[in-house]
């Protein structure tokens, strides 16, 4: 885990870098650790805070692949007589 100021802008800003499978294994092991227990009240906020980044970084993730494909299933399907006409 980052070390931060207290205001959550070095977490923030490690996740700016982060992939989707990184945040989401990451996000598995914050939830994993909160659900385990044994931490402090302290710890817990800051595994749970930490989680919250993940998870909007994996919604960031999520939602850019789903305008891609959207945008891809929106383009016109080229036909092989269409290519073919283009060529000719």
Not at 2 to 20: E, M, V
Not at 51 to 61: I, N, P, T, Y
Request: net charge negative; proline share 2%; aromatic share 4%.
């Amino acid at each position: 885990m980052t070390t931060d100021d207290g205001d959550g802008t070095a977490a923030a800003a490690a996740t700016g870098t982060l992939g989707y499978e990184q945040a989401r294994d990451e996000l598995i092991e914050v939830v994993r650790r909160l659900e385990a227990g044994g931490t402090t009240l302290e710890e817990s906020l800051a595994l749970w805070e930490r989680g919250e980044e993940l998870a909007k970084v994996c919604r960031r993730w999520l939602e850019g692949a789903r305008a891609r494909l959207d945008a891809a299933l929106a383009r016109p399907e080229a036909s092989p007589d269409r290519d073919q006409a283009d060529t000719e």
